[in-house]
Every structure is written in structure tokens, then in C-alpha cells.
T-cell receptor, first 113, second 112 residues
Framework: DAGVTQSPTHLIKTRGQHVTLRCSPISGHKSVSWYQQVLGQGPQFIFQYYEKEERGRGNFPDRFSARQFPNYSSELNVNALLLGDSALYLC????????????FGPGTRLTVT | KQEVTQIPAALSVPEGENLVLNCSFT??????LQWFRQDPGKGLTSLLL?????REQTSGRLNASLDKSSGRSTLYIAASQPGDSATYLCAPSGAGSYQLTFGKGTKLSVIP
């Protein structure tokens, strides 16, 4: 079975631009979460979606938004990029909204110049 | 706010040695706790999930314990191998929230 997939693998953007990152969960999983991992730190929670509804939001500015589609795939959007947004963005999927094992994708490496 | 601390930050051991990685968390009201490994520049690989009602969970050479009341978890790796070299992260899931909270991890190097 395919694991969690993310696209693109790498991305270079300029300050002020907008970026969209994509995630496809494991087949049968209905929950998708997004995390940001800055170099040398553990991942930080950004959003969780379950059955297309937002179930949790971390301490990130409104420049960050996300959505989940009927096929349970998800997009993370970041507007007005800052240098500090450079990070590895990780997507995780799980069967349900809480208490289930979370499986992570390979991540998207975003570099903002 | 949940805070997670992992000690030591880095560990270097000779191949074959048994080792213990420590994780502590400030809010004991957790739903479960997961241990992950991360290879440089890669995503996270789930190793073990312990529910809050469990004390231990085992998978192969790995054994994780959980003491929820004291806010501690340990990951025991038996007979370490060079392929075990990675950063190990623990992440409790809050009882009132859906998110995993991560520490900075322990970077393990197993020397052949």
C-alpha cells in the first residue's frame, strides 16, 4: 500500500510570494495534519482536518491556511512568504481524528529567499 | 501548554550496546504517545504508539514504556545496529486536543 505522499519535494520561493503544498493520505485515512519543522527543532503543529472540517489549529499566523477535499487529500497554503517560513513541511494521516497512530509523509522542503 | 524534553540531545554508542532514550512531558493529561525516528532531511517513521492506559509497548528490538502520572516515557533499543542511527522523537497527544507535541529529539549514532 502507498504511504502518505507529498508534493512537491522541494520548492524555492521569493519573499512575499504564495505557496501551495499538497498531501495525499494513506488510503482509508480520513484525517490529515500539517506540521512545520525548522532545522534543528521538532515538528510544530499547524492544522488538523478530519472529514473536511478543521479540528485543530496551532499557533501560526493567518497567512497559513489549509483545506481538505472530498477524497481526503489536503492543501496547505502560505501567503506573503517570509524568510522564517523556510522549513520542512510535513503531512501526517491517520484513520480517525484522535487516538490513532499517525503516519508521516516525506515532507516538502520550502526555501524562501 | 504541553512541553516535551528529550535527554540526551545526542548519544554515541558502539554497535551491539543496549540503550535508553528519555522523554518527559509537562502535562500528564495525554491521550497517547508516539515514538518516531527521523533520518536527515526525511519524514518521520512511526516506531511505537502507546495508549495512555498502557504501560509498555514492544516492537522487535524496541520497547517503549509510559508513566503518565510522572510525565515520562522511555525508549529502549536492544542490541543497537549502525542502521539505528537517526534522530528519535517522542510526541504525546493531548487529551483535549488533536495535535502531537514534539521535543527536539535525541540524535543517536551507532558506531560499527
Amino acid at each position: 500500500d502507498a504511504g502518505v505522499t507529498q508534493s512537491p519535494t522541494h520548492l524555492i520561493k521569493t519573499r512575499g510570494q504564495h505557496v501551495t503544498l499538497r498531501c495525499s493520505p494513506i488510503s482509508g485515512h480520513k484525517s490529515v495534519s500539517w506540521y512545520q519543522q525548522v532545522l534543528g527543532q521538532g515538528p510544530q503543529f499547524i492544522f488538523q482536518y478530519y472529514e473536511k472540517e478543521e479540528r485543530g489549529r496551532g499557533n501560526f499566523p493567518d497567512r497559513f491556511s489549509a483545506r481538505q477535499f472530498p477524497n481526503y487529500s489536503s492543501e496547505l497554503n502560505v501567503n506573503a512568504l517570509l524568510l522564517g517560513d523556510s522549513a520542512l513541511y510535513l503531512c501526517a494521516s491517520s484513520f480517525g481524528d484522535r487516538g490513532y497512530e499517525q503516519y508521516f509523509g516525506p515532507g516538502t522542503r520550502l526555501t524562501v529567499t | 501548554k504541553q512541553e516535551v524534553t528529550q535527554i540526551p540531545a545526542a548519544l554515541s554508542v558502539p554497535e551491539g550496546e543496549n540503550l535508553v532514550l528519555n522523554c518527559s512531558f509537562t502535562d500528564s493529561a495525554i491521550y497517547n504517545l508516539q515514538w518516531f525516528r527521523q533520518d536527515p532531511g526525511k519524514g518521520l517513521t512511526s516506531l511505537l504508539l502507546i495508549q495512555s492506559s498502557q504501560r509498555e509497548q514492544t516492537s522487535g528490538r524496541l520497547n517503549a514504556s509510559l508513566d503518565k502520572s510522572s510525565g515520562r516515557s522511555t525508549l529502549y533499543i536492544a542490541a543497537s545496529q549502525p542502521g539505528d542511527s537517526a534522530t528519535y522523537l517522542c510526541a504525546p497527544s493531548g487529551a483535549g486536543s488533536y495535535q502531537l507535541t514534539f521535543g527536539k529529539g535525541t540524535k543517536l549514532s551507532v558506531i560499527p
